[in-house]
């Protein structure tokens, strides 16, 4: 209803326009006027773009829109014989429109329709104010004839706008009209307000907005395009260009140059962007260089070893923009430099960006146990080279000029430090304590570049599940003929034992990492993801089990008990039942299963108020379940039967166990009544 009642005023207000025109020549000649311009624009050729002389072209070329690389952004209007000016429609595409450089933006469907519209009435208003309406109709007004103004006041109360003859007064009496009665007739001049909304249609436009967003790359310089995303990472307006040019002019030498290296630059202070060595290697590896902004860059140098600086200059604009954004996290620069040692020549950059961030959070800690666990070993704390640290403990006296050093991640600045001072004579040694950590990332490193080997290129952008909701993704998915879950299933582990899925970027691998540098465990050279991950499923178990196991001690003082059941395991119409009697197995079985058994039950089985069962089929082991029953008056009773994470298995099953709980308490009161004096609860 709401729809209807507005299309109705919509075409009112158009039935208006078109009426008003008839009434005066003056004003249909201000219509006219405006369609001159408008004759051949339509939404395809709102926005058009040459690629050869890169430049945009918008409403139908009225306006162009290049960059000059001496003086700036161009706007330029085409007009023939016409000293006109667009600055409120150049305005607003210079502050309203976005451009994206991040292509996994999408726009809210209702932001672009406003923003479609509010660019579409700009346009209006820009080439009515070009055609002096408004002065046209206020003079108009001011000379009118009561005859014409007698029939504008009958078209204005016939549409509801007015219900009196205020212009008719004006044409009479000369008594002054209202200022809304003289804007809503301007209004009605606008030649959306005539031809309605069939003209530039919003719905047409739209997708021509949207489309645009992303073009910046077609009418911009690729140098200059490489300047404006790094300084404008997610998107930037026109006007951002037509504010910074200055600036930005200084870089356009390095960005044709060293274009992968241009994200350093922004941590550099501005004075130094025209100087040749800019991106000189010497600036990674002084940590006195006045290049850059102490406010941006917080620990200097960035690199450690001229090797690593090397790697540094070989990786892609991808690599190295990541990194630049996040340089001032120390794992950052532990992990350039372990990276450094591996051959990453044909490694995808994408990959090469997963691992960064993958170990982010760790590769500190790493170099932190590490180091530590070299210092003792060789004694570096008592080195006559060693005049800066002594190590913490509790009977530390404060030494003058040393100081005091843990192992702990909150000394890892020192520890940098330390093991530059100790080792600048002998990198190899500087090498073998990264060795490890090497291992563990190359080892991830290899194993994601050979899951993506066989992947489309396009794809690799959407290797993580946070970029997995753009449009763009399941289209890419729909052209090469790829399944969403096919997709994400390829970055998950497969278990080998009954517990969860893991995305190969949860941190289950890197929790086992951790503990097994903590205990100072060996890292193979030939190491493989795949055999960390199993390492991890039974780390992982263990750590459970030895937690579970503890909580529980603290609650039961015993760990083994008499069982219920005739025998421990109990072969019955093709099954085995085995009743679980120790904390171990209780717990075992929480761990196969995934279950609550251990911490929910241990106590009413050792009250022996419940009885638990591994159930197993004799010839398919991998049909298993766990069984629960009641125990009361010296029988079972059936509970609950559970397949692995509390899944409940077909009606068979239940009345499979529920033959064996009525066989085994035929054995229970056998039992019973040839041992009549020994209390039911004990059997």
Not at 11 to 37: P, V
Not at 136 to 142: D, F, H, S, T
Not at 188 to 203: K, P
């Amino acid at each position: 209803m709401a729809q209807l009642i507005s299309h109705e005023l919509q075409n009112n207000h158009q039935l208006a326009a078109q009426d008003l025109l008839l009434i005066s020549t003056d004003l249909r000649q201000i219509y006219l006027d405006q369609l001159y311009f408008f004759k051949n624009i339509t939404p395809q050729n709102f926005f058009e773009i040459n690629k050869t002389k890169l430049s945009l072209g918008v409403a139908n070329q009225l306006l162009q829109i290049s960059l000059d690389e001496t003086l700036g952004l161009q706007f330029k209007l085409v007009l023939e014989n016409r000293q006109l000016n667009a600055d409120h429609f150049i305005r607003f595409i210079a502050e309203e429109i976005y451009f994206y450089s991040n292509r996994f933006y999408d726009f809210h469907p209702t932001d672009l329709k406003t923003k479609t519209q509010l660019l579409r009435q700009t346009f209006i208003e820009q080439v009515f104010e070009w055609v002096d309406g408004e002065n046209r109709v206020e003079q108009y007004l001011y000379n009118i004839q009561q005859t014409e103004a007698l029939k504008i006041d009958q078209l204005l109360i016939k549409y509801g706008y007015f219900d009196y003859p205020y212009v008719s007064e004006f044409a009479k009496h000369g008594k002054e009209i209202p200022l809304a009665v003289e804007i809503n007739i301007k209004h009605l001049l606008l030649i959306n307000s005539v031809l309605g909304s069939e003209f530039l249609a919003v719905n047409e436009l739209m997708p021509k907005l949207h489309q645009l967003s992303f073009q910046l790359h077609q009418f911009i310089p690729a140098h200059y395009l490489r300047i404006f995303k790094i300084f404008h990472s997610e998107s930037l307006q026109l006007k951002d260009i037509l504010q910074h040019f200055n600036s930005y002019q200084l870089l356009a030498k390095h960005a044709i140059e060293q274009p992968h290296l241009l994200a350093y630059a922004k941590l550099m202070q501005r004075g130094y962007w025209q100087y040749q060595d800019l991106l000189n290697k010497q600036h990674f590896l002084n940590a006195q260089t006045a290049y850059w902004d102490q406010d941006l860059i917080l620990k200097r140098p960035i690199c450690q070893t001229k090797r690593s600086v090397n790697w540094l200059f070989k990786q892609d604009a991808l690599v190295n923009d990541w990194i630049a954004e996040h340089v001032n996290h120390v794992s950052t620069r532990i992990s350039i430099t372990a990276l450094s040692f591996m051959d990453t020549s044909k490694i995808d950059a994408q990959v090469i960006v997963s691992v960064l961030a993958f170990f982010k959070n760790i590769s500190a800690r790493l170099f932190v146990i590490e180091s530590y666990a070299f210092a003792i070993q060789n004694q570096w704390l008592d080195h006559p080279k060693n005049d800066r640290y002594v190590l913490y403990q509790k009977e530390t006296q404060p030494q003058k000029n040393r100081k005091v050093i843990a192992n702990s991640y909150l000394y890892i600045e020192e520890w940098l430090d330390f093991t530059a001072l100790m080792t600048d004579e002998n990198p190899q040694l500087y090498k073998k304590i990264f060795s490890k950590i090497n291992r563990v990332m190359q080892a991830f490193m290899l194993f994601l570049q050979n899951i993506v080997h066989d992947l489309p290129k396009e794809l690799l952008s959407f290797i993580h599940l946070e970029h997995q909701q753009h449009p763009e993704f399941f289209r890419l998915l729909q052209k090469y003929q790829i399944k969403v879950e096919d997709f994400r299933k390829v970055f998950k582990h497969v278990p080998t034992r009954r517990i969860p899925i893991h995305s190969i970027f949860d941190s289950f691998v890197l929790d086992y990492l951790m503990d097994c540098f903590n205990q100072q465990r060996g890292i193979a050279k030939n190491v493989t993801w795949l055999g960390l991950y199993h390492q991890a499923e039974r780390w992982h178990e263990q750590v459970y089990f030895d937690e579970t196991l503890l909580r529980l001690k603290q609650q039961i003082d015993i760990e083994a008990w008499d069982r219920v059941s005739p025998m421990q395991k109990i072969y019955f119409e093709g099954w085995c039942y085995e009743e679980l009697n120790s904390l171990k197995r209780i717990i075992q079985e929480s761990i196969i299963f995934k279950h609550c058994l251990a911490l929910s039950y241990s106590k009413p089985i050792i009250e022996r108020e419940y009885v638990a069962f591994h159930m197993s089929n004799i010839e398919d082991p991998s049909q298993e379940f766990t069984l629960g029953c009641h125990y009361q008056l010296g029988q079972l009773s059936f509970d609950q039967i559970r397949l692995p994470n509390n899944q409940i298995p077909d009606q068979a099953y239940m009345l499979q166990a529920m033959r064996f709980i009525h066989d085994v308490n035929q054995h229970l009161k056998w039992k019973s009544s040839i041992q009549p004096n020994e209390e039911l609860g004990n059997l």
